[in-house]
């Protein structure tokens, strides 16, 4: 079974800093998605970015980049110039490419960010 | 784009009393998720339809939750009776394609089982 594990509970950064958010996985499948989503107070949760496996290009969403280490099975969250509406908890997401029964998503714990003014 | 809706934001209820939560997915949208948020477990998913049809309800923690997706535009989730350990954030999302898009979820129902 496929798992996601946020190392981190809690980060920090100041305002207009770079912070990474850290998330790596187990699989033994070979093509899958990954995602990073985003829950703010009001607690709706926001797809910030999204990674397909195949792809050796990290993918980049305005400030929101990822580094995504295929071998090492690591998917962190860079975001640079760090703004006030950043704080969240930010959720690493897993997906199987599959239909069927394994269409869910598997999150990990979260890391709560706080940004500092 | 209206965006996933789900309704009551916000629901308190007794304990053995029913409750439905309802979920109106993304226009054009064909797969619909029901997951639940808690402290303990973090995010899990209870069940997941796709073309109105449950694929996988393995999530669903017991007989008390059941749900049904009777149209493309509908989808509910029923507990009954209801227990102080059902008190969780409650979310529907719903995506384009079973295998390749990501899903966009709706703003929650908050539960409080009293």
């Known amino acids: 079974a496929q798992t996601v594990t946020q190392s981190q509970p809690e980060m920090s950064v100041q305002e207009a800093e770079t912070v990474t958010l850290s998330c790596t996985y187990d699989?033994?499948?070979?093509?899958?998605?990954l995602f990073w989503y985003k829950q703010p107070p009001s607690r709706q949760m926001i797809l910030v970015i999204r990674q397909e496996a195949y792809k050796q290009q990290n993918a980049t969403e305005n400030r929101f980049s990822v580094n995504f280490q295929k071998a090492a099975k690591s998917f962190s969250l860079k975001i640079s110039d760090s703004q006030l509406g950043d704080a969240a908890m930010y959720f690493c997401a897993y997906r199987s490419p599959y239909g069927g029964a394994t269409n869910k998503l598997i999150f990990g714990t979260g890391t709560l960010l706080a940004v500092q003014p | 784009d209206a965006g996933v809706i789900q309704s009551p934001r916000h629901e308190v209820t007794e304990m053995g009393q029913e409750v439905t939560l309802r979920c109106k997915p993304i226009s054009g949208h064909n797969s619909l998720f029901w997951y639940r948020q808690t402290m303990m477990r973090g995010l899990e998913l209870l069940i997941y339809f796709n073309n109105n049809v449950p694929i996988d309800d393995s999530g669903m923690p017991e007989d008390r939750f059941s749900a049904k997706m009777p149209n493309a535009s509908f989808s509910t989730l029923k507990i009954q009776p209801s227990e102080p350990r059902d008190s969780a954030v409650y979310f529907c999302?719903?995506?384009?394609?079973?295998?390749?898009?990501?899903?966009?979820f709706g703003p929650g129902t908050r539960l409080t089982v009293t």
């Open positions: 699989t033994s499948e070979s093509d899958y998605y």
């Open positions: 999302a719903s995506s384009e394609m079973a295998n390749g898009y990501e899903q966009y």
